[in-house]
């Protein structure tokens, strides 16, 4: 009983203590784990080779992470018995790509244990995952995040934008994040990969004002295709890509399609009705200009938006392996990015 005790007191105190502080900033790992970001890279790029719709769940993983109480891996931890955590939230059932985050974490603990945070981790990987393509760096990544201990369902109800969201709900929702017209405009581009659920618009099929009508902002020969997909407002399985023709190239087609109204959730089709974020659209139309687009909204705010949620003192933790040695017995304890201590 009383080495079980023990056992629990170390694990809890490793995980809470032995966190730097800090703002972010380049090589934060280059003494503590020189090794962090490639090992990151290497399993990511490994993984990616053989599933090539993992950049599209890193980066929205990353994407509904970083909406939330900033860039902290809460979307990563699980819900208990007395809390409904984030990733157990409507708007984030379909998010995929924990297990890699996990996989990638394992091997930083086995190199560095309690060193590296979920939060980099995911930071690096979304990255690094989009890169693959390119065989290069897409954007630098700041690194010295910590992991949240809160994680609350209610929170990315009320955070998250919605593919139902018209500009101004949208715009409100990222001005609350320290984000302009033009971060709005770049970041929506990370639709140029992945897919959408039909129920996430297929209202604009079959009932866009409740009278059984078409959304006639979308491109008709395009909405037929979709009814080809989506044969009901109540088909909540079937997904359909977001960029059509395009969906596993990180490319401008997306901002092309949307010019010729081809954008797939409401949210898309919002950007074409203000002056200012339509002339933006404009202006990504080839990927030189998207991909310099997306390099400064990360670099210049160290992909956590203007340090939005940055967690400092016992806000913070780093999820890690324990070890514990004792004369009886050794214990080998795992506490993965899913987990939580308080």
């Not at 996430?200 to 009932?207: A, D, I, K, M, P």
């Not at 210049?300 to 324990?322: A, F, I, T």
Request: aromatic share 10%; glycine share 8%; with cysteine.
């Amino acid at each position: 009983m009383k080495t079980a005790f023990i056992f629990a007191c170390v694990v809890v105190l490793a995980v809470v203590g032995g966190c730097h502080g800090g703002d972010l900033r380049r090589s934060f790992y280059s003494t503590s784990c020189p090794s962090a970001e490639a090992i990151v890279k290497n399993i990511t790029q490994k993984l990616v080779a053989s599933n090539p719709g993992l950049p599209a769940d890193l980066l929205r993983l990353h994407f509904h992470d970083c909406f939330v109480r900033g860039c902290d891996a809460s979307v990563l931890i699980r819900s208990t018995a007395n809390s409904k955590a984030e990733k157990d939230a409507p708007p984030n059932l379909s998010l995929e790509g924990f297990e890699v985050i996990d996989e990638i974490k394992t091997e930083l603990e086995k190199k560095c244990a309690g060193t590296v945070s979920c939060a980099d981790t995911l930071a690096l990987a979304a990255r690094d995952a989009v890169s693959f393509q390119f065989q290069k760096p897409m954007w630098e990544v700041l690194t010295g995040r910590r992991d949240g201990k809160v994680s609350l369902a209610s929170e990315a109800l009320a955070n998250l934008p919605s593919p139902f969201s018209n500009f101004s709900t949208l715009l409100r929702n990222f001005q609350r994040k320290g984000l302009t017209v033009h971060d709005l405009v770049v970041l929506s581009g990370a639709h140029t990969i992945g897919d959408g659920h039909c129920n996430l618009f297929s209202n604009r099929l079959y009932n866009f004002t409740g009278k059984g009508d078409q959304d006639p902002s979308l491109d008709s020969t395009y909405a037929a295709f979709l009814k080809t997909k989506c044969r009901s407002l109540s088909d909540t399985t079937t997904k359909v890509d977001m960029d059509p023709g395009s969906a596993n190239n990180f490319d401008a087609s997306y901002f092309v399609n949307l010019k010729h109204k081809k954008g797939l959730f409401q949210s898309d089709a919002a950007l074409l009705t203000d002056r200012t974020s339509n002339k933006i659209v404009g202006e990504l139309q080839k990927s030189t200009d998207f991909f310099q687009g997306i390099r400064t909204v990360n670099e210049k705010n160290g992909s956590n938006w203007g340090s939005y949620g940055l967690l400092r003192g016992d806000q913070k933790e780093v999820r890690r392996y324990q070890f514990l040695n004792s004369s009886y017995s050794f214990f080998s304890f795992f506490i993965s990015c899913s987990d939580v201590t308080f």
